[in-house]
């Protein structure tokens, strides 16, 4: 069974930074790719970020492009999501997924095991 724990979330202003971690166990972290998903109240579950298995590519959306960055330290069964100048329209609980498959998608419904999930509150 494989679990995932985001933490890192919290209130900051617009401009701040934050840094958002993800501990999976339960499987051989380093044979799949991960993923960063939000979803703001009232809004789909959209795609922010992913990473493949290595580290050594990545993909973001649009909006955080230039902003957020994706890692992972295999040896940690962790991956991170470093989001600096914060907007307002970050705001959203943030969960990271795992894709066994890589299939390296963007959808929801191509990720495996997801967390919690994390707040993050960007005050304007």
């Known amino acids: 069974q494989v679990r995932l724990v985001e933490s890192g979330g919290g209130v900051v202003q617009a401009g701040d930074s934050l840094r958002l971690s993800c501990l999976v166990s339960?499987?051989?972290?380093?044979?799949?790719?991960m993923g960063w998903f939000r979803q703001a109240p009232g809004k789909e579950r959209e795609f922010v970020a992913r990473?493949?298995?290595?580290?050594?590519?990545?993909d973001y959306a649009d909006s955080v492009k230039g902003r957020f960055t994706i890692s992972r330290d295999n040896a940690k069964n962790t991956v991170y999501l470093q989001m600096n100048s914060l907007k307002p329209e970050d705001t959203a609980v943030y969960y990271c997924?795992?894709?066994?498959?890589?299939?390296?998608?963007?959808?929801?419904?191509?990720?495996?095991?997801w967390g919690q999930g994390t707040q993050v509150t960007v005050s304007s």
């Open positions: 339960g499987r051989t972290f380093s044979s799949y790719d």
């Open positions: 997924a795992t894709d066994f498959r890589r299939l390296l998608r963007r959808t929801p419904g191509d990720y495996d095991n």
């Open positions: 990473i493949t298995r290595s580290g050594g590519n990545t």
